[in-house]
């Protein structure tokens, strides 16, 4: 079994922002599938669905960016998951708006909700996509950046590598996390 974890914030308010891109991946992932978050537990929304004979979690935690952690290892643990059988899908600043990067392991790179869900699991190591939103143009607070909507103009890229980081995401049911990476990391 693999569990697929978007991160982001819950509620309306935050839905379309580029820290939720974690959230938007998985929202993807779903409706491509035509499948639903149908399950509330472990501090989230999750469902386990059947994807190329692979039995798979989807994962959005609703504790909030920075408390990833606290729901995704209880879910772990219940379901007796390895670090190495989840990818964590989250927004990376210092990635070019649309760029996708796979890792298996690392730093928390300043992300709270990585370093919530390394503490949480005791391990940097578990597979991760890392999506570009790139830094903002004008001078602003980093907080109001990630926190703010993506532009129209940005749509277009957007919707390309939210495909590209699905496309990634079904691969990974039937092939090992570093062939992922080799044909996904652009």
Same mark, same amino acid.
Request: proline share 5%; net charge neutral.
């Given at each position: 079994?693999?569990?697929?974890?978007?991160? /982001?914030?819950?509620? &309306?308010?935050?839905? =379309?922002?580029?820290?939720?891109?974690? +959230?938007?991946? *998985?929202?993807?992932? $779903?409706?491509?599938?035509?499948?639903?978050?149908?399950?509330?537990?472990?501090? %989230?929304?999750?469902?386990?669905?059947?994807?190329?004979?692979?039995? *798979?979690?989807?994962?959005?935690?609703?504790?909030?960016?920075?408390? =990833? /952690?606290?729901?995704?290892?209880?879910?772990?643990?219940?379901?007796?998951?390895?670090?190495?059988?989840?990818?964590?899908?989250?927004?990376? $600043?210092? &990635?070019? &708006?649309? !760029?996708?990067?796979?890792?298996?392991? %690392?730093?928390? /790179?300043?992300?709270?909700?990585?370093?919530?869900?390394?503490?949480?699991?005791?391990?940097?190591?578990?597979?991760?996509?890392?999506?570009?939103?790139?830094?903002?143009?004008?001078?602003?607070? *980093?907080?109001?950046?990630?926190?703010?909507? +993506?532009? !129209?103009?940005?749509?277009?890229?957007?919707?390309?590598?939210?495909?590209?980081? *699905?496309?990634?995401?079904?691969?990974?049911?039937?092939?090992? +996390?570093? !062939?992922?990476?080799?044909?996904?990391?652009?």
């Amino acid at each position: 079994m693999k569990c697929i974890v978007g991160l /982001g914030n819950p509620g &309306l308010k935050y839905r =379309s922002t580029r820290h939720n891109i974690g +959230f938007i991946v *998985v929202d993807e992932l $779903l409706k491509r599938n035509n499948w639903t978050l149908s399950k509330n537990k472990f501090n %989230g929304h999750y469902t386990m669905e059947t994807l190329h004979n692979e039995k *798979v979690l989807i994962l959005e935690p609703q504790t909030y960016m920075n408390l =990833s /952690g606290e729901s995704l290892k209880p879910l772990m643990d219940f379901y007796d998951l390895a670090p190495e059988d989840v990818v964590v899908i989250y927004d990376d $600043l210092d &990635l070019p &708006l649309g !760029k996708i990067r796979l890792r298996q392991t %690392g730093g928390h /790179g300043g992300h709270n909700g990585v370093r919530s869900i390394i503490d949480h699991l005791g391990t940097k190591k578990f597979n991760r996509i890392r999506f570009g939103i790139g830094r903002p143009v004008t001078p602003i607070p *980093v907080i109001d950046y990630v926190l703010g909507n +993506f532009q !129209k103009e940005e749509q277009t890229t957007l919707e390309q590598a939210v495909d590209h980081a *699905v496309n990634a995401l079904e691969a990974w049911m039937t092939e090992p +996390f570093p !062939k992922v990476m080799n044909d996904y990391n652009q």
